[in-house]
């Protein structure tokens, strides 16, 4: 397995949530998300990422009727 490039993975992440200590730690992001129900910053856009609301429904909503 790979090992993780937090400075990579910095990077990209699209996270604005500053005192995070999982930035550019994606395994231990999506494990804590996925523990609490929600969704990582990086499956929203800019906007809606913003509200650090990383709910489903939230998710859901932003992605309604963009297809």
């Given amino acids: 397995m ?3 490039s937090q400075k990579n993975n ?3 992440c699209t996270c604005t949530y500053e005192p ?3 930035k550019g730690f994606c395994c231990e992001c999506l ?7 929600e969704i990582p ?3 929203f856009d800019a906007r809606t990422e913003r509200t650090y609301d990383r ?13």
Wanted: net charge positive; aromatic share 10%.
């Fill in 2 to 4: 790979k090992e993780c």
């Fill in 31 to 37: 494990t804590y998300h996925r523990r609490n129900g």
């Fill in 20 to 22: 995070c200590p999982r």
């Fill in 10 to 12: 910095s990077a990209q």
């Fill in 41 to 43: 910053a990086c499956y």
């Fill in 55 to 67: 709910s489903v429904a939230n998710f859901i909503r932003a992605h309604k009727g963009t297809k």
